[in-house]
């Protein structure tokens, strides 16, 4: 214990304390538990009985019918009951019923004519001239339809139970059966017996007096009266409870229905609580001993836990102060695999993904390297330029221009009515958003980009026109864009090119994820502040590249909307884009931080496509010397063929945090 820290001791106490508390109440309420699975196991087992009992009774019906419309089919059965019927030949009618009576191993048969009257029948060679026909069994056999039922036969010891089937007897060419036979299985001791060993349950048939009152026919039991005594007149009854030899039975209760589904008989399973309590409470001592005997080993173990599991929280501990402390390069037990692993290993992923940043902070810190925002590019003639302070719709106040391109120029400004500054976009009037339905397919991706809240991308705001001129609200980010990093710096260490890199792919993963693609990934819009946060601009202005329209090209005089220096081979071509589009850019992105230049150089627009979609891809490794890990991700990246390319911004962001 001496051992223990506060946190360890702190858990073997508590542990120590649940584990008693366990204890007293396992040793109060075991004998419930006891009783309760007891009774559930009853619950199971006079369900199984019932089903069982139910299976039986009906395969009985089942092949004695299936028999018996075999044997009516035969045609010399047929013949021979036809001749007899004609010539009311009794002594022939009796032969055919008790041949019947043996192919089907019955208890008896009896043969009817086309009216239903009785004309022979096994165990009663001198009864005939009954009409059965009011009789459902009878009724449904002389209609064509082969039919099962219970059958009560009255003896000097009460009503016999018999399954019994009906059958027509039909002779080709007739669509009135000729008559039909009846056939009757006993239900009796040792059908009763079969089920006892079937279903290890008492069994118990009855039927029911013209009173409703239930009396026994055929029972396992020795004494059966306390059983139909429980049984009252409910003929619905599904469970029953009564008391024999001062033992509690639970009972299952399942109806035996005529041809006409009238419960005239039923057939109860039983079972003693008594017998089926035995084994649970031998088990009740059993775990008895156990719990007390299991409480010392349990205390014991609890302190190895304690140790195990404080060891590596103190692990994390020591890490987070390092951590503070600025050194990125603590680590923790991240080997097992249960949850204080997985947090071990969360963690190192959280403190590389610190350190990583860091070293960007470090390196945007270093002189020459950061600034406020970029040197405003001058706009050319043909682009919107608004006086610097003019306000627009009423709202936003220009305060500087802040670059220039081919979608328009960019001003920071003053929102009057959020109090705040935000980026303007003036956008460039040769984009015709007025015909062809543009402006609404804009407005559209526009409504899909602002979809996008992630803090890795540059939030757009709105859409607004002013004086004719067309323009979009953003989130004003202060920072460097990568190109502008990339042109004073060169090269970016591997180290520094990997966050901003991952970064970029997170914002792309959450673009994805509510259908919005980029399509014009580039440095130009990878801002990077000074805290070592990346933000993505643009997301939803891109797809004005793709827009018909009537009027002037928009790659005209020079312009271009995109960069065909970061465009996917399927994207220059004009074809359908995916995600993959953005993931090929930021490829070309990655190349170009560790390069110091970008993965296709041309003197002209035409050449620089013809490389992309023609010429293989650089050496990246000689161009880069990034470790093998890089290399391998750029490849796949920068894959001509999409299929080949990786199939989301997280399996390409996955990848880059493999092993290095």
């Not at 559930?40 to 019918?65: C, H, V």
């Not at 039919?147 to 009906?166: K, M, R």
């Not at 950061?370 to 608004?386: E, W």
């Not at 260490?493 to 990934?521: F, M, S």
Request: glycine content about 8%; proline content about 6%; overall charge neutral.
């Amino acid at each position: 214990m001496r051992r223990l820290s506060p946190l360890g001791v702190r858990i073997f106490g508590l542990t120590a304390l649940a584990i008693a508390a366990a204890l007293g109440t396992a040793l109060f309420i075991v004998r419930r538990v006891a009783e309760t699975a007891a009774d559930t196991s009853i619950e199971r087992g006079l369900t199984a009985a019932r089903a069982a009992i139910q299976d039986k009774l009906e395969a009985r019906s089942n092949t004695l019918r299936a028999t018996a419309q075999a044997l009516a089919a035969v045609p010399t059965t047929f013949a021979s009951v036809e001749q007899a019927l004609k010539a009311n030949d009794r002594s022939t009618l009796l032969d055919v019923v008790d041949e019947i009576k043996g192919l089907l191993g019955a208890e008896w048969v009896l043969l009817t004519d086309e009216w239903g009257t009785l004309q022979a029948w096994s165990d009663h060679p001198d009864r005939s001239g009954t009409d059965l026909s009011p009789g459902a069994l009878v009724a449904l056999a002389l209609g064509g339809a082969a039919t099962a039922g219970v059958w009560l036969e009255p003896t000097p010891v009460g009503d016999a139970i018999y399954q019994t089937v009906a059958v027509p007897i039909r002779a080709p060419g007739r669509v009135r059966p000729l008559g039909a036979f009846v056939a009757a299985l006993p239900i009796d001791s040792a059908l009763a017996a079969t089920l006892r060993r079937n279903t290890n349950s008492e069994i118990v048939f009855f039927t029911r007096d013209t009173g409703g009152v239930a009396v026994p026919a055929v029972s396992t039991l020795a004494d059966p009266t306390a059983v139909a005594g429980a049984l009252g007149r409910d003929t619905a009854a599904a469970r029953l409870t009564v008391t024999l030899a001062q033992d509690d039975w639970v009972g299952t209760v399942g109806p035996i229905r005529t041809a006409s589904g009238a419960p005239i008989a039923g057939v109860v399973g039983l079972r003693s609580r008594r017998a089926e309590l035995a084994p649970y409470l031998r088990l009740e001592r059993v775990i008895s001993m156990t719990l007390i005997g299991g409480l010392v080993l349990a205390l014991l173990t609890s302190a190895w836990l304690a140790r195990r599991i404080t060891r590596p929280v103190q692990g994390l501990v020591v890490a987070t102060r390092r951590i503070v402390e600025g050194d990125y390069s603590a680590s923790v037990d991240g080997e097992s695999n249960d949850e204080i692993g997985e947090l071990g290993r969360a963690f190192q992923r959280m403190a590389h993904a610190l350190g990583e940043k860091q070293r960007l902070v470090d390196f945007l810190s270093a002189p020459g390297t950061t600034a406020a925002h970029p040197a405003a590019a001058s706009p050319s003639p043909d682009q919107p330029v608004v006086a610097i302070g003019s306000v627009l719709a009423g709202r936003y106040e220009l305060k500087e221009v802040l670059g220039a391109g081919g979608m328009g120029v960019v001003y920071r400004a003053f929102d009057r009515e959020l109090q705040e500054a935000v980026a303007v976009k003036m956008l460039h009037p040769s984009l015709q958003l007025d015909t062809g339905g543009v402006l609404e397919r804009f407005k559209q991706e526009i409504r899909l980009a602002r979809r996008i809240t992630h803090r890795n991308v540059v939030r757009t705001h709105d859409l607004g026109d002013s004086a004719g001129a067309t323009f979009i609200t953003m989130e004003f980010v202060e920072g460097t864009p990568l190109d502008e990093l990339i042109r004073r710096r060169g090269r970016l260490p591997v180290d520094v090119t990997l966050p901003i890199i991952k970064q970029l792919l997170r914002a792309l993963d959450v673009a994805h994820e509510v259908g919005v693609i980029h399509r014009d990934i580039k440095p130009a819009n990878v801002m990077v502040q000074p805290s070592g946060l990346v933000k993505v601009m643009d997301f939803g202005i891109a797809r004005l590249a793709e827009q018909p329209t009537s009027g002037p090209s928009l790659t005209q005089a020079g312009t271009i909307i995109g960069s065909p220096d970061y465009m996917a081979p399927e994207q220059l071509l004009g074809e359908n884009v995916d995600a993959r589009v953005d993931l090929y850019a930021a490829g070309c992105v990655m190349f170009e931080c560790l390069a110091g230049r970008r993965v296709y150089e041309a003197p002209t627009l035409m050449a620089l496509i013809a490389r992309h979609l023609e010429e293989p891809t650089p050496d990246i490794a000689a161009l880069t010397g990034a470790p093998a890990l890089i290399v391998g991700v750029l490849t796949r990246a920068l894959a001509k063929d999409r299929n080949q390319r990786w199939p989301s911004a997280v399996a390409m962001l996955t990848a880059l945090d493999g092993p290095a």
